[in-house]
């Protein structure tokens, strides 16, 4: 069985996804939904259109799982319950303070139309989170500890591009090595948000804009940059595409706990990531989930789900008994 896969936004992950789905024999691209002109969007795979945004629900009948690219601040809170309507969908939605709000939103139209709307895969959320689950089922006596970076934040660039007078941004988080070390010791350290990480922010802004706005906006921006230390340099754009041009990422979960009748016995669970490309290597965890959310389409188990409600067999596009002999 063919997957026919639709991608809305072709940016940095619209072309991430359309080479997984490259990597995925069962996987095909039917589509490409664009906000910019058609004609000047060009993509890599042959023979596949590009439509308008506008004109998506009408082809809602060749896609099996459409992919949703835009950006967690302001597209995919009203894009996913939007298009939940018509399409299966999939999207990475990364802020976590609203992660249940968004869920609710999207399970509420997907509920009602017969959809399936999986929301927030990724490697943070999606890969991590199922990791940060393990770790306490396995330790329940113990303390979570989760790190990013070095690398480039996706849905950070893009709030701080949001801004006004902006034209580019890069926004790298970066551990505090101290605090990284303390948790590897078991010592189970209280951290605050601000003592485990630093932010770094490398803004290109307009000719004449108010420089000082724009820093004083990141800084106290909510959710983002508020509870972290922060700083902000104001580059040209010939030095963000020098030094700044690729887009990697990673970081790690660490779980700390205690076994024993008296807990004498201290173990640390860490899973980490090391990526080049930080939209490549989440749309291949997205790509990984369109076939899941495709076949709980055709269960007929309709409405929003997470990382925490997929089966691992369903993401692989090996059967069952494959999974058994290989994998297990």
């Not at 069985?1 to 490259?22: D, Q």
Request: include cysteine; aromatic fraction near 8%.
């Amino acid at each position: 069985m063919t997957i026919r896969i639709g991608i809305l936004g072709y940016g940095n992950l619209g072309r991430g996804v359309e080479c997984a789905i490259r990597q995925n024999p069962d996987l095909q691209l039917a589509a490409v939904f664009t906000r910019r002109n058609p004609e000047s969007v060009k993509i890599l795979t042959e023979n596949v259109p590009v439509y308008s945004v506008d004109e998506a629900q009408a082809h809602k009948d060749e896609i099996d799982v459409l992919i949703l690219c835009g950006g967690s601040a302001t597209d995919l809170p009203t894009q996913t319950p939007a298009f939940a309507q018509w399409f299966n969908v999939v999207d990475s939605f990364d802020t976590h303070a609203t992660i249940p709000a968004h869920f609710d939103a999207v399970d509420a139209v997907a509920q009602k139309n017969g959809k399936v709307a999986l929301i927030s895969a990724g490697w943070d959320p999606g890969m991590f989170s199922l990791n940060r689950l393990y770790a306490n089922a396995v330790l329940p006596c113990g303390a979570d500890y989760t790190f990013w970076g070095k690398g480039v934040s996706q849905g950070h660039s893009d709030a701080i591009r949001r801004i006004e007078c902006v034209k580019d941004a890069r926004q790298y988080t970066i551990p505090v090595d101290a605090a990284l070390e303390a948790v590897r010791s078991g010592s189970q350290p209280n951290l605050s948000t601000r003592e485990k990480h630093t932010r770094e922010c490398f803004v290109v802004a307009e000719e004449g804009a108010d420089l000082a706005r724009i820093e004083n906006e990141i800084k106290t921006m909510p959710n983002y940059f508020a509870d972290y230390d922060t700083t902000v340099h104001f580059i040209s754009e010939e030095e963000l595409k020098k030094n700044h041009n690729g887009i990697p990422h990673g970081g790690f979960v660490i779980r700390t706990g205690k076994t024993g009748w008296n807990e004498e016995n201290t173990h640390v669970i860490e899973y980490s990531l090391k990526l080049d490309s930080n939209p490549e290597f989440t749309s291949s965890v997205i790509a990984a989930y369109a076939r899941a959310v495709y076949r709980l389409a055709q269960k007929g188990d309709f409405g929003c789900k997470t990382v925490f409600d997929i089966a691992p067999a369903l993401l692989s596009a090996q059967s069952p008994e494959e999974l058994r002999a290989h994998m297990l």
